[in-house]
């Protein structure tokens, strides 16, 4: 059980770790980009050889597309939703919260200090918030299972934590930039790790040597999840802050999750 509960904070300490990161130092747009990259990069690795793989594996090719269908169709609502909400709520912030002394600024340092069009239309932090959250259950689940089976948990540990990082840094500083405190972001990334944490412990407790099926369909719906949000919002959000730079990046967040895959 510690060894387990050990395994599972290591692994959910990564988005504690980013979270603080983006929340007390701004860095430069451009190299949030690239981690993102690196993220996307890795979580591909993830959706296709420990995601979606081990759920076809267990469950066969119709229970895994129905979750990976399940798992796409829930977070490309839920982003709607939230992208929804943040414009709602950009549009009833007063004219001049951005401004401060515009009067002694220039228009372009005025628009400098608003939200850019990326974040305010993915609502950035939010939707990689709910990305960890949707994809990182089941697949902690997975974790605590490979652990009680010794079937490649120091792999998966390791491919989690690599993902984790940067995913929670870019959305903690995302959050940062529409205005949330700085106590109220670290708070909702810390809630996720516990949630994950405590995944990893009900996949070894519960979950170890139950019918193949039951773990089949939470680990599609990850794979869901995560292609969903490669599309919608990492990709195209480490694009606009990136440019075509970021494909390095992605490329090497793949081939380093792979390797470690191989382990």
Not at 70 to 80: D, E, N, P, R
Not at 123 to 147: C, Q, R
Not at 245 to 262: E, P, R, Y
């Amino acid at each position: 059980m510690w060894s387990t509960l050990l395994f599972g904070a290591i692994a959910s300490s990564a988005l504690v770790i980013g979270a603080v990161i983006g929340v007390w130092f701004q860095l430069p747009k451009r190299l949030l980009a690239i981690l993102l990259a690196f993220a996307a990069g890795a979580l591909i690795t993830a959706l296709a050889f420990e995601l979606f793989e081990d759920s076809y594996e267990r469950g066969g090719i119709w229970l895994a597309a129905i979750g990976l269908f399940a798992g796409a169709i829930v977070f490309t609502v839920l982003s709607a939703l939230l992208d929804r909400w943040a414009q709602a709520g950009e549009r009833a912030r007063p004219a001049d919260e951005y401004a401060g002394s515009a009067k002694l600024d220039t228009d372009a340092a005025a628009a400098d200090r608003a939200p850019t069009a990326a974040t305010t239309r993915g609502a950035a932090g939010l939707a990689l918030l709910a990305a960890v959250t949707l994809d990182g259950v089941p697949e902690n689940l997975a974790l605590g299972i490979s652990l009680t089976e010794g079937t490649g948990g120091i792999a998966l540990l390791a491919a989690i934590f690599v993902s984790n990082l940067p995913e929670a840094l870019v959305g903690a500083a995302s959050m940062r930039e529409q205005g949330r405190s700085a106590a109220r972001i670290i708070g909702l990334w810390c809630a996720c790790a516990v949630l994950l944490v405590v995944a990893v412990v009900v996949g070894a407790v519960f979950l170890s040597g139950s019918d193949p099926a039951v773990v089949s369909l939470p680990l599609a719906f990850a794979a869901g999840a995560v292609l969903a949000s490669l599309a919608d919002t990492l990709m195209p959000e480490a694009f606009h802050n990136g440019g075509p730079a970021v494909a390095i990046s992605t490329a090497a967040g793949f081939v380093l999750s792979f390797v470690l895959s191989l382990a």
